[in-house]
């Protein structure tokens, strides 16, 4: 039996990978639209996997706003510059794998905190 949070992060990949359109995701990072619609696309993914877990549906919402916040890739690269003192001139997989660390971070704090 999968734990809730392999559960979750099975509907992150789902909706964050595979549903996701590829004009979306080229654009997400250019323009506010695409990001939001992505968005919400993603959030409502979790609403049934929340019910079905017996977990709160406000956490759609911690998921909505993180996904913004982390998708638009501004907080990545100000991280890659300011703290990690990175050029702007690094891998491009580099802000991928760090956006998807931090979407596991979320959904693992979800996990600890329901």
């Given at each position: 039996m999968l734990t809730n949070f392999e559960i979750l992060l099975l509907t992150h990949f789902v909706s964050d990978w595979f549903l996701q359109p590829g004009k979306w995701a080229e654009m997400k990072t250019k323009k506010f639209l695409p990001l939001f619609y992505h968005?919400?696309?993603y959030s409502i993914l979790f609403i049934?996997?929340?019910c079905l877990l017996g977990m709160s549906l406000w956490w759609?919402?911690?998921l909505f706003f993180t996904h913004i916040?982390?998708?638009n890739y501004r907080f990545v690269n100000w991280f890659n510059t300011r703290i990690r003192g990175v050029s702007d001139k690094m891998p491009p997989w580099v802000p991928t794998v760090m956006d998807q660390?931090?979407?596991?971070?979320v959904i693992a704090a979800i996990v600890m905190l329901d």
């Open positions: 968005s919400v696309q049934p996997v929340f759609t919402a911690a916040l982390i998708d660390i931090l979407h596991v971070l």
